[in-house]
T-cell receptor
Framework: QQQVKQSPQSLIVQKGGISIINCAYE??????FPWYQQFPGKGPALLIA?????SEKKEGRFTISFNKSAKQFSLHIMDSQPGDSATYFC????????????FGTGTRLLVSP | EAGVAQSPRYKIIEKRQSVAFWCNPI?????LYWYQQILGQGPKLLIQ????????DSQLPKDRFSAERLKGVDSTLKIQPAKLEDSAVYLC???????????FGPGTRLTVL
């Protein structure tokens, strides 16, 4: 129940295309859903996050879509650029206890020039 | 604002040896996390501190791993004795409080031969 399932494992998108990464969860106590971006040799960095009171959040070219009833959320990268090539992790945490952050398995995105 | 600092960045040891990693969180951050990231997987929480107290160590292999956060600032994670399966990147992260945005350090890449 503490798992967050992420797909696809890897993704190749042409420059200017849309990258879509999906995540699903089971624990209904989760109420915070961040996406992290990780470049090789670096730690993950927060990209964008959403709480269940909204169905969509947009920041620049990055959009999170959230479907509470389906317990799914996704990251959309519009106008994908080679500089977006990185590994993306979805994560989730709950609103009880000390709010442990649980990560998905990651998606390696390659944006071809 | 300085980020989360970790050292060393790389470490190679033989199995059954011991190793220690150091983390200096962002100033003022009360919550500190140690994550283990095995190649191709998402980060897995090993231990979470609130100030200098442990609030979650449910996934820490306590027979070989130990961690401390003296004075509620810097933290050290130790492995003794190391096993081959401990080869991973060890990430330290900090946040102002539980549930707040977590900032990650660059990690320590451990190779156990």
């Amino acid at each position: 129940q503490q798992q967050v399932k992420q797909s696809p494992q890897s993704l190749i998108v042409q420059k200017g295309g849309i990258s879509i990464i999906n995540c699903a969860y089971e624990n209904t106590a989760f109420d915070y859903f961040p996406w992290y971006q990780q470049f090789p040799g670096k730690g993950p960095a927060l990209l964008i996050a959403i709480r269940p009171d909204v169905s969509e959040k947009k920041e620049g070219r990055f959009t999170i879509s959230f479907n509470k009833s389906a317990k799914q959320f996704s990251l959309h990268i519009m106008d994908s650029q080679p500089g977006d090539s990185a590994t993306y992790f979805c994560a989730a945490s709950g609103n009880t206890g000390f709010q442990k952050l649980v990560f998905g398995t990651g998606t390696r995105l390659l944006v071809s020039p | 604002e300085a980020g989360v600092a970790q050292s060393p960045r790389y470490k190679i040891i033989e199995k059954r040896q011991s190793v220690a990693f150091w983390c200096n969180p962002i100033s003022g951050h009360a919550t500190l996390y140690w994550y283990q990231q095995i190649l191709g997987q998402g980060p897995k929480l090993l231990i979470q501190f609130q100030n200098n107290g442990v609030v979650d160590d449910s996934q820490l292999p306590k027979d070989r791993f130990s961690a401390e956060r003296l004075k509620g600032v810097d933290s050290t994670l130790k492995i003794q004795p190391a096993k081959l399966e401990d080869s991973a990147v060890y990430l330290c992260a900090s946040s102002l409080e539980p549930g707040a945005v977590a900032f990650f350090g660059p990690g320590t890449r451990l190779t156990v031969l």
